[in-house]
Nanobody, 124 residues
Framework: QVQLVESGGGLVQAGGSLRLSCAFS????????MGWFRQAPGKEREFVAA????????DYADSVKGRFTISRDNAKNTVYLQMNSLETEDTAVYYC?????????????????WGQGTQVIVSL
């Protein structure tokens, strides 16, 4: 059974950085396209970033382009989200997501598996 566990969240000042990790288990992560989403208080969950199975292609929400970087280490069954120049608007619970795909370079915003989330709070 696929399981995703996020870590790395916390409290950071505006302008600072955090790196989120998503530990994937139950299947080889190399068979899954991966993504990050976030949900701020009172708002719907929104797409943040996506990466294909082999780490060749990525996609980002306009609000995080140039500040966030998604990456993966298939040997470690882990996906990362490096977040720089954090803003108070980035405060949210961040979720890792996975979808089994056959095409190694496909990107998707539709996912089948989700983690429990990790809280990120950005203060002034």
């Amino acid at each position: 059974q696929v399981q995703l566990v996020e870590s790395g969240g916390g409290l950071v000042q505006a302008g600072g950085s955090l790196r989120l990790s998503c530990a994937f288990s139950g299947r080889p992560v190399r068979s899954y396209a991966m993504g990050w989403f976030r949900q701020a208080p009172g708002k719907e969950r929104e797409f943040v970033a996506a990466i294909d199975r082999i780490g060749r292609s990525t996609d980002y929400a306009d609000s995080v382009k140039g500040r966030f970087t998604i990456s993966r280490d298939n040997a470690k069954n882990t996906v990362y989200l490096q977040m720089n120049s954090l803003e108070t608007e980035d405060t949210a619970v961040y979720y890792c997501a996975a979808k089994w795909v056959t095409n190694p370079t496909i990107l998707t915003k539709q996912y089948d598996y989700w983690g429990q989330g990790t809280q990120v709070i950005v203060s002034l």
